[in-house]
Structures are given as structure tokens and as C-alpha cells.
């Protein structure tokens, strides 16, 4: 009978409890201070917050405490973050599409490069490639920059037998096609590498510039149009599956193009004040191709879509995809 009442008592106690407040992790690759963390991850997660019930409050876990930048999308998957922000092509062949931002001359602004890859979402084209996934957002940076140590790179030419720090398989393939070539390194890690003369250069956008201090080893920016490199926001299927039907109602308001059209304007006004900065400083040179040599950058890169396309799981949505991310861009 004391065992029997005992039970008793202490279910009564758990149904009078309120539920234990869940926390969502959210994981950032980048340090609490860098770009992403701070300006994107820690304000949505202040704002979703506010809205969310106490049962499922978000905590941000920067620095790459949960797991390295390419174990990202994995982390997700098997619930280790329950959101996490991923550079798809940091994982080849898991988000095979979205890589078509990576073409180079297809994406000048974080917002084209939303643009694309939203409509590619709402048309279905990404659909395989995110089943796992609840998407809080697809977005891109702006077209990466050349950072060089030594001396501007103002033709494809200059590239000729040089090592430069790689954003992706492709960007690497893309190298090739100047005569570079291209070296994977960490992204904390990028400094150290330049500084010692591992590398010459790096492709990357003005944020990391900033983030990384690359200014005081790689003071000549030159702006080509090279290309731009996908991103997302993305959150574990079962773990949004989970939250009330009113939690599940704010994350999805706070999802979708709306919330990457807000991050892309973050991402490029963030953009134009880092490079207003600089110029301003005066220790930093920018170099802009000409007419000419612009058509030079063109030239050098005039197999990228061939080769993109060539290397994709189904070819022919390869090719569809392209030709819609065109038809976006105005092309």
C-alpha cells in the first residue's frame, strides 16, 4: 500500500509541475563575436525568444563548441545542435544545387544570392537535398574578393602558380582554371597562413577580412566577381516536430525568404561598411577590373557552368537550375 500511494503522490506531483523548459541549441562555427554569430544568429535567437514559449528557449553555443564547420549539417541531422548554421558546400555532395551560387559572375549581392536560392526552394529544385531538414534559411554571401599579400590581382594571369586559400571543391576547380591552386584551411586559421606564406591570397568576403584581422597580412583586396559561396540556417526535423503547435507557428514566421531576405540585407550593408572603413584607413588598397580585363575573368572562367554542371548527381536538374538562377539574376 506505501509503495501504491507513494507512485501515486509522485505522479500527481509530475502532472502538477510545469513542463521543464527545453533548451534548443544553436550552433555557430564562428567565435560569439564574428559576423554570423553576432549579427544574425544572436539577434534571430533574441527575437524568437521573446515569442517562443518557456518550454523552448534557443541558446546559442558559438566557437565551434558543438563541432567543426563541416560537421555542421551533420550535427543537425543526428540532433546534436537542433539549429546550426551551414555552409553547405563544406560538405561536397550533400547539397548539390545550391552550390550553382558558386558559379562565378552569377551572384554580386547577399541579396541576388537569396533571391536565387529561395526560388529554387519555392519551385521544389531543393527539395531532396533539404528532406532531413527544417529550413530557417538559404542565403549567400556577396561575391568573394581576392585578399593577397604581396600585390593586387588585377588578371586572371596573376593567379599563374600561386597557392590561395580555397572556399570549396569548386572554388579549388575554379583556381585551377587560372593556373592556382587552391588549399582548404580553417578559417581561424587563415591568418597564420598567409602571414607564413603558405598561401598568397585568400578568396572570402569583407566580414572575415574584418573578423580575422587580414588586413594586417593581406593588405591588397581586389574585387572580381569571382563567386559566392551558399549558407543556411537549418534545424533538425524531429526537433521542430516536437515544439508545440504555437512554437512551431513562430519558427516558421521566422523563417523562409522573408527572414534571408533580412539577412542579406545585414550581410550586405555589413559589406559596404567594411570596405567604406578600410578605404578610409587608407593602408588597405582596392583594385576594380576595367572593361578589359573584366572580359579576361570572364574568359578564364568560361568552363565553370560546363564543369558545374558535368560534376552534379543529375545533370539535366543541374542544368535547369542554372538556367532558373539566370533567369532570377536577370541574365
Known amino acids: 500500500m506505501f509503495n501504491r500511494l507513494t507512485a ?10 510545469p513542463l521543464e523548459a527545453r533548451e534548443l541549441r544553436v550552433s555557430s562555427f564562428e567565435p560569439a563575436q564574428g559576423f554570423y554569430s553576432a549579427k544574425i544568429l544572436q539577434p534571430w535567437i533574441d527575437e524568437a525568444n521573446a515569442k517562443l514559449s518557456k518550454a523552448a528557449q534557443l541558446r546559442l553555443y558559438p566557437g565551434s563548441i558543438l563541432g567543426a564547420p563541416p560537421a555542421q549539417a551533420e550535427l543537425v541531422k543526428k540532433g546534436v545542435a537542433d539549429i546550426a548554421l551551414v555552409v553547405p558546400t563544406y560538405t561536397p ?23 536565387i536560392l529561395n526560388t529554387l526552394q519555392e519551385d521544389g529544385a531543393l527539395d531532396a537535398e533539404y528532406a532531413d531538414y527544417k529550413v530557417i534559411a538559404l542565403f549567400t554571401t556577396p561575391a568573394y ?31 585551377e582554371m587560372a593556373g592556382a591552386s587552391g588549399v582548404g584551411i580553417p578559417a581561424p586559421q587563415v591568418y597564420e597562413n598567409l ?24 593588405p591588397h583586396i581586389s574585387t572580381t566577381g569571382f563567386m559566392a559561396q551558399p549558407m543556411s540556417i537549418l534545424m533538425n526535423r524531429r526537433s521542430y516536430d516536437s515544439l508545440s503547435e ?13 527572414t534571408a531576405g533580412w539577412i542579406a540585407g545585414v550581410v550586405d550593408a555589413t559589406d559596404a561598411e567594411i570596405e567604406a572603413a578600410f578605404r578610409e584607413g587608407g593602408k588597405v588598397t582596392f583594385t576594380e577590373p576595367d572593361a578589359g580585363q573584366a572580359a579576361l575573368w570572364q574568359e578564364a572562367f568560361a568552363a565553370a557552368p560546363e564543369l558545374w554542371i558535368e560534376e552534379q548527381p543529375d545533370p539535366e536538374a543541374a542544368q535547369a537550375a542554372l538556367e532558373r538562377a539566370h533567369e532570377v539574376a536577370g541574365h
Open 8 to 17: 501515486a503522490s509522485l505522479l500527481a506531483l509530475a502532472v502538477a509541475a
Open 93 to 115: 555532395g550533400l547539397f548539390p544545387l545550391t552550390g550553382v551560387v558558386e558559379l562565378p559572375g552569377l551572384v554580386e549581392t547577399g541579396a541576388m544570392g537569396a533571391d
Open 145 to 175: 574578393r581576392f585578399f593577397m599579400t604581396d600585390a593586387a590581382v588585377e588578371e586572371p594571369a596573376q593567379l599563374d602558380g600561386l597557392k590561395l586559400r580555397s572556399p570549396s571543391k569548386f572554388g579549388s576547380e575554379l583556381f
Open 195 to 218: 602571414e607564413r606564406g603558405v598561401v598568397s591570397g585568400a578568396a572570402w568576403v569583407m566580414d572575415a577580412y574584418r573578423t580575422f584581422r587580414l588586413d594586417e597580412v593581406a
Open 246 to 258: 504555437a512554437d512551431r507557428a513562430v519558427i516558421d514566421a521566422m523563417s523562409g525568404r522573408a
